[in-house]
């Protein structure tokens, strides 16, 4: 059974506010990437229609999920000048304080999927 877990983040982006958005992830992903050395994958998306934002997460463990959540809500609050995040997948069982957290985040849908069936993930090879 795996204990890693995978986070989406799905969010509108404001009107006019996609630009913005997009100087500030390549302004924050670099600085995430040297503070959070838990998160093995942090990468955003944008919609085909450049309405919609998706962050993808993946973390080996609960506890890294958790190291990434520090300073989660001051990151939120800048992101939230461009974004209207309306919901959260996870995969994978957070811990309960994290996932608590994600689900009191008002109107934000959260989608649990707990229960892995397995797999892998293959990094830097072929």
Known sequence: MSDSIVLISHSMVKEG???AL???AREMFPVLEAEKPG???HEG???EDRA???FVHVFPDADAMDGHMVGAAERSGRA???LDTYGFEIYGTPNAETLTM??????VDV???PRALGGYIRLGGK
């Open 17 to 19: 506010k996609l630009g």
């Open 22 to 24: 997009e100087e500030f």
């Open 39 to 41: 998160t093995v994958l």
């Open 45 to 47: 998306y944008v919609s």
């Open 52 to 54: 919609r934002v998706h």
């Open 80 to 82: 939230n000048e461009y």
């Open 102 to 107: 994600l689900q009191s985040a008002p109107g």
């Open 111 to 113: 989608v649990l999927s």
